[in-house]
């Protein structure tokens, strides 16, 4: 039976997507790469200028307001701003954003505003789906957008409108306008952000990348997309990079004989913006190449889309775009972003893109905007981020193995969250029938492992998520989102207990495995999230049998017609009589004991 989904789902995408910074990153293997890129070593771009401590974030500004398809309710969408802190000097050679907290209620003088920077906007993955319609907090999403404002670039990681249905209808083009209304965001708050609006670039993953291709190549406004309302200068994105994307095969609105892509991206040739797709060979979700020995069938109906195909099509219209295959990785895989050679073609990219070379970095006075004039951006976050020096104190207790809970705020109106609360308390009466004293009703929707670096004792956190099980920086993990709540749980049992650093070992080699989205058990090569903890355990100790419970748990599946359709969804029957587990199983068990972080 089947507690799952209701945690991953309403997980906020802060849980939803993998991290980018890994401690294990993949070997990169011997090969002869399709480009060419190269990040010279006078470009300041190409290396940090920043710490991650050092920038300034502003969560949840409003961005802009839409009609959604599937909850059939006008929603608002908000995004999260990443930018370097504010100048001290007034013109340093690689450009200063201001801080979107401490923005200016009138104009400056342009003498004294510093140069223009460059803008990112990062768009998460998630499959469309609704349950990751928060996606900017994704670790995948936040540790793109940290890592660009770390190099100068403001970046904005935004959310959109996620309406794919239970009954498998994707109306996905709404992420590509939702995105396009980002941008024009963006361009109506340079001024305040200090952005230079000519040097825009889109970077998504999965669905995300599949949205940046659509940013790139279809039409504006985007045909039968109920339209953001946002009223700015009409700006386009310079460039786009995809991570496992496509140009995706919708059929649903083409008609009957018509070659998919000529109909949705028409746009593409060769003034369309340059594309870069890394991509894993590997990709169970995005096939690498799974329809290149028949290339002339490119987007016709009922084809899966492939990175080659891709590429292909793209090259037969003239348009400039690029693959880069990272040889053996699966479906995002976001640590290679970090390590060479793809961080050298990523960035070598982006400078060539939008034309950062060493002659154009620091604009000229001339061509810097008086900061000011605009509206002060709003906020809707917790009061205050934690400082790295206050999570680290919050943090000090927790060691390797230790288990980390996740609640997120709950709304029993809404049926995931309602899923999620039935699920979590038929667990808790498992539990008591089953002989474990449970003193709590606590309900939580997720479950990582604890991971401290052997010489620096940073906190790391191993998790499964979707797409994939991945390694997250503890900063990234423990976001200051309101009404989320965080639990530690230390493991009481001594032998369970003194296997905790092999085990979490064990959880961090399955690295890029893909997540299980329809919670099959880890034989399947597949991870959710608690399964990643039991498996990581029971290989430790060598054991074939549950760990943190005494009898076997079936997955349970509260309520029934919720499930249902979630499996349904997928063109899959609900099981039954299948061993599990899941994140309040584990927050319960006889040998784990949690306090609040």
């Not at 039968?224 to 786009?240: D, F, L, M, N, W």
């Amino acid at each position: 039976m089947r507690v799952w989904p209701l945690v991953v789902a309403s997980v906020l995408l802060m849980w939803c997507a993998p991290a980018v910074i890994c401690t294990i990153p993949r070997a990169p293997t011997t090969t002869t790469t399709t480009n060419t890129f190269t990040c010279p070593s006078t470009t300041p771009w190409c290396t940090d200028t920043y710490t991650t401590a050092a920038l300034n974030v502003t969560y949840d500004v409003e961005f802009g307001r839409a009609y959604d398809q599937l909850s059939r309710k006008n929603v608002t969408l908000r995004l999260d701003v990443y930018a370097p802190p504010p100048s001290t000097g007034g013109g340093e050679s690689t450009g200063t954003a201001p801080s979107t907290s401490t923005l200016p209620s009138s104009p400056q003088s342009p003498r004294s505003a510093p140069p223009l920077r460059p803008a990112v906007v990062v768009i998460h993955g998630g499959g469309w789906h609704p349950a990751t319609f928060t996606g900017k907090s994704s670790s995948v999403s936040v540790g793109i957008a940290q890592a660009f404002a770390r190099r100068g670039f403001v970046a904005l990681s935004i959310e959109y409108r996620c309406d794919r249905g239970f009954g498998g209808s994707t109306l996905w083009t709404d992420a590509v306008s939702d995105s396009r209304a980002a941008v024009q965001w963006l361009a109506a708050h340079a001024d305040e952000l200090g952005v230079d609006t000519t040097r825009i670039l889109a970077m998504g993953s999965s669905a995300g990348a599949i949205t940046v291709a659509g940013l790139c190549y279809m039409p504006d406004p985007v045909p039968s997309t109920p339209q953001p309302s946002v009223q700015s200068p009409s700006v386009g994105i310079r460039a786009g990079v995809s991570v496992s994307g496509c140009l995706f095969n919708d059929t649903t609105s083409v008609p009957s004989g018509q070659h998919v892509w000529n109909h949705l991206y028409a746009a593409v040739g060769p003034d369309s913006p340059p594309y870069l797709d890394m991509h894993g060979t590997a990709d169970p979700v995005v096939p690498y190449a799974n329809a290149s020995a028949r290339p002339q069938t490119f987007g016709r109906r009922n084809e899966s889309c492939s990175a080659t195909d891709t590429q292909a099509f793209l090259a037969s219209r003239g348009a400039p775009s690029y693959l880069e295959p990272i040889p053996d990785a699966g479906h995002v895989p976001a640590a290679d972003l970090y390590v060479a050679p793809w961080n050298i073609t990523l960035w070598g990219f982006v400078i060539q893109a939008l034309d950062l070379q060493p002659a154009s970095v620091g604009l000229p006075a001339t061509a810097t905007r008086a900061r000011g004039g605009g509206a002060d951006l709003a906020r809707r976050a917790a009061p205050g981020d934690p400082s790295a020096a206050s999570l680290r104190e919050r943090t000090a207790a927790i060691n390797t193995g230790d288990l980390l809970f996740v609640r997120p705020p709950l709304n029993d109106q809404i049926g995931i969250d309602a899923g999620i609360l039935d699920t979590g308390n038929a667990t808790i009466w498992w539990l008591r029938e089953h002989g474990v004293e449970v003193d709590s009703n606590l309900t939580v929707t997720h479950v990582a492992m604890a991971m401290r670096d052997q010489t620096t004792g940073e906190l790391l956190v191993v998790q499964a998520i979707p797409p994939a099980v991945t390694t997250t920086p503890a900063d990234v993990f423990f976001q200051n989102i309101t009404g989320v709540e965080y639990f530690h749980g230390v493991i009481t049992d001594p032998a369970v207990r003194s296997a905790g650093r092999a085990a979490t070992s064990i959880a961090a080699q399955q690295f890029g495995k893909p997540y299980a989205d329809a919670f099959q058990p880890p034989s399947s090569g597949k991870f959710y999230c608690s399964s990643l903890v039991e498996y990581a355990y029971q290989h430790a100790l060598s054991r074939s049998d549950p760990v943190f419970t005494q009898q076997t748990f079936d997955l349970l599946f509260v309520p029934l017609d919720f499930w249902e359709k979630y499996y349904a969804s997928m063109n899959l029957t609900l099981p039954t009589n299948e061993p599990g587990s899941n994140p309040t199983l584990l927050l319960h068990s006889a040998i784990v004991n949690f306090t609040k972080i």
